[in-house]
């Protein structure tokens, strides 16, 4: 009778990468391209054991340089989905809200989250404040314009059920609304996690304060002519956002069991 | 006494800004425990009048009268099954049911203890856990009305609620709803557009007009339950209201 999605990833899912990666071995192995420039698979799995165990620059490993990232992320994430939670379920409820909300949504939204960085380094300095404000920008407007509509698609139908039966307006916001449209807001939540967690990444090329960051290892990196380092934090870029990316699916999944 | 629909009208705009009239001067009382159905042509604001009866839309003209009190919005003493059912996707079956208790504040062990009753009497038990997307079309309108029933209401009202269903499942469901009108005796208003049903649940049919509606024929269906689709009498009532809403269609 249930029909459960399935949770877990079946391993063969991995196989076209595993191709991938030994047909690039292979490349190297063969002298096909100089390993200096484009290291193969094992030489960068080998450089990130490494970066873990001594760090780059020395002291500086590349679980702190994650760490330091995924701080970023989280405040900038905090940032945007109190901000854009409320209006969004405002909008929504509210036409009247909406009509006054959405030019300028609409004149905002365009403007790429990393042509606001010159203006966030010059508001907010270099650190913490700035690259939250470019993370919070990029899963805001996401976020915002899924739980609008998450809000304004909920079947009236739902509405008028649980009025006829006993529900105020608090009960119909909190036990229909917000259930109702969570699924859409999840959506929103995932695609603004994956602007956002590139924003931050790109907002730590230009620099950071405090020495850590994903980012701010790779420009390191780069600056060394490292490439093997370059392509190890890239990798831990695309290994993070692709859990988180995960876990959110996984939350969508679980609020849309029925419908 | 009980549910008085009293000189009930309702228009909508309409293009050019002149109203189109959806209900003309609707007078209605329906008494305790009786099951009346209302039958018409379709778009002559059968749903409309539900919805002004349940407090969920409020009429241009008149008023709707619950034991003498008026209603001007929704309560839970008046209780709506929808076509589609209306069940929330995202709660279980016994959630979905506990719905109108929760609204009243009744704690927790004693709404699961309400719920799981009426979950046996409407004959669905086993399946509290499950959620309505995984139940068949007639098991959903079952919670539905058990759903409703839950909140305790003094009339049900009833929206094709059984429009969706196939032929067998609908036969079924006309069938559980008459058990459950003898052992509970509900005050029932139900809508339909389907003859036999109408004649095979209902002790009155009222017969609307073509929009703006108007009640246009009352039909006291006298015969003992459970009734025989296929008697004479049977097929006479149902000559009775046909012939009624073909003079109407062509009254156009």
């Known amino acids: ?259 | 006494m009980s549910l008085i629909l009293e000189n009930i009208s309702q228009e909508y705009p309409g293009p050019g800004g002149i109203p189109t009239p959806a209900l003309d001067g609707i007078n209605l009382e329906l008494k305790n425990g009786r099951f009346t159905t209302l039958i018409g042509p379709s778009g002559c604001g059968k749903t409309t009048l539900l919805k002004i009866a349940a407090g969920l839309t409020r009429p241009t003209a008149g008023r709707v009268l619950l034991d003498g009190e008026e209603v001007s919005n929704p309560t839970p003493k008046i209780g709506l099954v929808f076509q589609e059912f209306a069940l929330f996707p995202w709660r279980t079956i016994l959630q979905n049911i506990e719905f109108g208790l929760e609204m009243q504040g009744i704690r927790s062990s004693e709404r699961k203890k309400q719920a799981r009753e009426l979950m046996r009497k409407t004959e669905i038990s086993g399946f509290e856990s499950h959620f309505p997307s995984q139940l068949s079309e007639g098991m959903q309108q079952r919670v539905a009305i058990a759903r409703t029933l839950a909140a305790h209401p003094r009339v049900i009202l009833m929206d094709e609620p059984f429009g969706a269903l196939d032929s067998q499942t609908r036969n079924s469901m006309q069938e559980f709803l008459l058990k459950l009108f003898r052992d509970e005796h509900p005050t029932i208003l139900f809508v339909t557009h389907n003859i036999d049903e109408a004649v095979f649940l209902s002790q009155t049919v009222i017969g609307l007009s073509q929009r703006p509606g108007r009640i246009r024929a009352e039909f006291s269906i006298d015969l003992a339950h459970p009734r025989e689709r296929t008697s004479l009498e049977f097929n006479n009532y149902r000559r009775e209201i046909l012939d009624f809403l073909d003079r109407e269609r062509k009254a156009l």
């Open chain 1, 1 to 259: 009778m249930m029909t459960k999605k399935p949770r877990t990833i079946p391993a063969s899912r991995f196989f076209p990468l595993l191709i991938i990666f030994i047909l690039w071995e292979l490349g190297a192995y063969f002298s096909l391209f100089s390993p200096e420039v484009f290291p193969p698979p094992s030489r960068v799995l080998k450089t990130a054991l490494e970066l873990l165990v001594r760090g780059l620059p020395p002291g500086h490993g590349l679980h702190l340089h994650a760490v330091y990232s995924l701080l970023r992320v989280s405040l900038g994430f905090v940032i945007a989905l109190a901000l854009a939670l409320p209006l969004g379920f405002l909008a929504g409820w509210s036409p009247g809200f909406h009509r006054a909300l959405n030019p300028i949504v609409n004149l905002i939204r365009p403007i790429p989250p990393l042509a606001w960085i010159p203006v966030a380094v010059i508001w907010f300095g270099i650190g913490l404040k700035s690259s939250s404000f470019l993370i919070a920008l990029g899963i805001f407007f996401p976020v915002l314009l899924n739980t609008i509509s998450g809000v304004r698609g909920v079947n009236p139908v739902y509405l008028d059920a649980a009025r006829t039966l006993g529900a105020g307006e608090f009960s119909l916001i909190t036990k229909v609304l917000i259930p109702a449209a969570l699924p859409m807001v999840l959506t929103g939540v995932r695609v603004g996690l994956g602007v956002g967690w590139m924003t931050l990444v790109a907002a730590e090329l230009t620099g950071v304060r405090s020495g850590y960051g994903l980012g701010f290892m790779i420009m390191t990196a780069r600056d060394l002519g490292r490439v093997d380092a370059i392509l190890a934090g890239m990798a831990a870029i695309g290994l993070i956002g692709y859990l988180m990316d995960r876990t959110i699916l996984f939350l969508e999944r679980k609020t849309s069991t029925a419908s």
